[in-house]
């Protein structure tokens, strides 16, 4: 699943080339995503200067003077820089021509979004999709402070606690039991119980693996957004837990344990990650 990392990126080289730019064309090929791509899209936006290109938790923003859009990659999606004359695969469902430039929307399972912000409605942070997101976690805001204050008296463990979503957003399944084991924290320990020091410690292994996924999708950047290889080829993270179970812990070579907690895997080293 395309995590924030790799939003991040596809946000950065898309913004390279769309931004500043004409939007020619916007067509859509298959309105059936999670919700339909509305009907008056391609008219809304044709002839129209791309502004922006923003990212918010794990939505594309591609901003306009009067609005906009909101692209979500869903579970295997992904939008890609693809040669004018090459044909449509199956599953590209939409695209953006501006002069030679042209992108593809790929998305087997259709869980994705394309959807319109009317910035009349005011700024797009209050869609509904965007409002109750958590702290982005490079913001200079989001520290130790902010995470022990939005787990506070919570009973519910701080792996679930951070997947979701609502204290710090881009904390997807592989990234919290990096950080958490980066932390040395059990990731069964209850959210509440994580004290201001340890929340601090926790703040910063956050940053630290994702600012390393970041630097690993930077060398992948060109394939990921020319796209010769196939979407949905996401960055292989070099993981110290995640998918490790029973492979020696990398600091003290205790076996890697598997768990479950609401229904998804968590790993994690039972000697540095003690409770
Ligand atoms: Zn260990």
């Known amino acids: ?7 991040e990126t596809t946000r950065r080289g898309i913004a390279t080339v769309m931004a500043g730019r004409r939007l020619d064309q916007f067509i859509v090929h298959e309105n059936r995503l999670r919700w339909p791509v509305p009907a008056e899209l391609p008219h809304t936006l044709q002839g129209r200067v791309v502004q922006a290109c923003e990212r918010r938790g794990k939505y594309l923003l591609i901003r306009f003077a009067h609005g906009v859009q909101i692209v979500h990659l869903g579970m295997s999606g992904s939008l890609r820089r693809v040669p004018m004359n090459e044909p449509r695969r199956k599953h590209d469902h939409a695209e953006w021509v501006l ?32 409002a109750r997101l ?14 022990h204050r939005c787990f506070k008296d919570r009973a519910v463990s701080i792996k679930q ?8 957003v881009g904390v997807g399944n592989i990234y919290a039991s990096e950080a958490l084991f980066k932390a040395r924290i059990n990731p069964q320990t209850p ?21 390393q996924a970041l630097e690993a999708g930077g060398s992948t950047l060109r394939d990921y957004v020319n796209s010769t290889g196939e979407p949905g080829a996401y960055f292989t993270l070099h993981a110290a837990m995640y998918e490790r179970a029973g492979k020696p812990c990398p600091r003290c070579e205790t076996p890697v344990k598997r768990i479950v907690q609401g229904q998804r895997a968590t790993y994690f080293c039972p000697v540095c990650q003690r409770r």
């Open 161 to 168: 606690a951070l997947l979701a979503g609502d204290a710090v």
């Open 1 to 7: 699943m395309p995590e924030l990392p790799e939003v």
């Open 134 to 147: 958590g702290m982005e976690p490079f913001d200079t805001a989001f520290d130790g402070k902010h995470l």
């Open 191 to 211: 959210a509440g119980k994580i004290s201001a020091a340890r929340c601090n410690t926790l703040a910063t292994a956050i940053r630290k693996t994702l600012s």
């Open 99 to 130: 002069g030679d430039a042209r992108f593809l929307y790929h998305d087997p399972r259709r869980f994705g979004a394309i959807l319109w912000h009317d910035l009349n409605l005011g700024p797009v942070e209050q869609h509904p999709l965007l």
